[in-house]
């Protein structure tokens, strides 16, 4: 949960990025409401985390001190305005398959902050994809810097999977609480299955020559991600890793004095009222 937690509050970073540079008065508000749910999301999940015994401000020290993780993805830069579509579409659309499961998990502050989570990132996905779909259809610079986008969000996203079930770490144990429902290589091919007909509907292109259409599985054979690569991220040697960081410490930095001023009211507002 923790983990969740921090990626909601990291995510904001590649999309906010794009705020003040939005196309249009209409693309800025979607854009802001969005990151705004992200910020909202992370609230959920510190809030189910702390249910379990921990405080808000060990996870926070904890992300801080680099002792724990966030979702690798965030560690991609967003180059153009099609990445925020990519985002959506790919990005978004992996976390709904991921994180719908997860609504039914054995932990029930969990399962209730995921069921909320869900619905805003069904938004989100349907924001991205109209996005790509815009652009798509609009002059060939704009479908080609959405077929871009694509081309370097595709393996990311199917990366956020993480590795096959043979070498995953926690998968087992998370299986056997319950708390995962399904393993990664399922989940990743549901995701495959998913994308392709959506792609068509875009006219866009998925970055995979080995995509094919195999019916005796009744899926889609694909070509896996890099998973030396997803690891390398992992590890803090992603193209953006220590800026993410080095944001969210200045970040924390910066808010001190809310947090001081906040806890210092809470004081006040404790002491008896005498007559």
Known sequence: ????????IIGMQPEANWITRAPTLKRKAILLAKVQDE???????????????VT?????????????????????????WA??????????GAAIVNQVPLCRCSYGPYARAMIRICKEESFHQRQGYEILYTLSHGTPAQKAMAQDAVDRWWYPSLAMFGPPDTESTHSERSMAWKIKRFGNDELRQRFV??????AAVL??????????WNADRGGYDFT?????????????????????????????EDGAWVREAAAAYAAKRREPVHA
């Not at 949960?1 to 909601?8: I, K, R």
């Not at 299955?193 to 959506?198: F, L, N």
């Not at 006219?203 to 094919?212: F, G, H, M, S, V």
Request: glycine share 8%; net charge neutral; hydrophobic share 40%.
């Open 1 to 8: 949960m923790a983990q969740h937690a921090h990626s909601e």
């Open 224 to 252: 896996p991600p890099d998973y030396a690569e997803l690891m390398a991220v992992v590890r803090g040697n992603g193209p953006c890793n220590r800026q993410r960081m080095a944001h969210r410490r200045q970040a924390y």
């Open 203 to 212: 006219d866009l292109t998925i970055p995979d020559p080995a995509l094919r």
């Open 39 to 53: 910020a909202g999301h992370g609230l959920y999940l510190y809030a189910a985390a702390e249910t379990l015994g």
């Open 83 to 92: 990445d925020i579509g990519a985002i959506g579409w790919l990005v978004d």
């Open 193 to 198: 299955d998913m994308c392709v007909p959506q």
């Open 56 to 80: 808000r401000q060990t996870l926070y020290e904890l992300l801080l001190a680099g002792k724990q993780k966030y979702s690798s993805i965030f560690n991609y830069p967003t180059l153009s």
